[in-house]
């Protein structure tokens, strides 16, 4: 019903930027919450930030000050500004929405950052 696409995902250097895109189905409401994890190989998938529909912003300690999320209500997308990146954030990004009680998720964009 919820469909979450995620784009902008490549090779990139260490201490490179890079802006990802989660794309979706419905235009945001205040009530929406909407967030990018990642996942390792062998490690657990984990937040790495958070924004509601009324804008409010959660990051991971380790992105803080480094990345950014925002969204665009009316084209119902979500952004990830990825900046001065390092090796350890090399991880599938995944895209994921929380509406009330259900949470859907895009299918994933590699990132690898290389040193």
């Known amino acids: 019903q919820v469909q979450l696409v995620e784009s902008g995902g490549g090779l990139v250097q260490s201490g490179g930027s890079l802006r990802l895109s989660c794309a979706s189905s419905?235009?945001?409401?205040?009530?929406?919450?909407m967030g990018w994890h990642r996942q390792a190989p062998r490690k657990p998938r984990e937040l790495v930030a958070d924004?509601?529909?009324?804008?409010?912003?959660n990051y991971a300690d380790s992105v803080k000050g480094r990345f950014t999320i925002s969204k665009d209500n009316a084209k119902g997308t979500v952004y990830l500004q990825m900046n001065s990146l390092k090796a350890e954030d090399t991880a599938v990004y995944y895209c994921?929405?929380?509406?009330?009680?259900?949470?859907?998720w895009g299918q994933g964009t590699q990132l690898t950052v290389s040193s």
């Open positions: 994921r929405w929380t509406i009330a009680s259900r949470t859907y």
């Open positions: 419905r235009t945001i409401f205040p009530s929406y919450i």
């Open positions: 924004i509601t529909g009324d804008g409010r912003t």
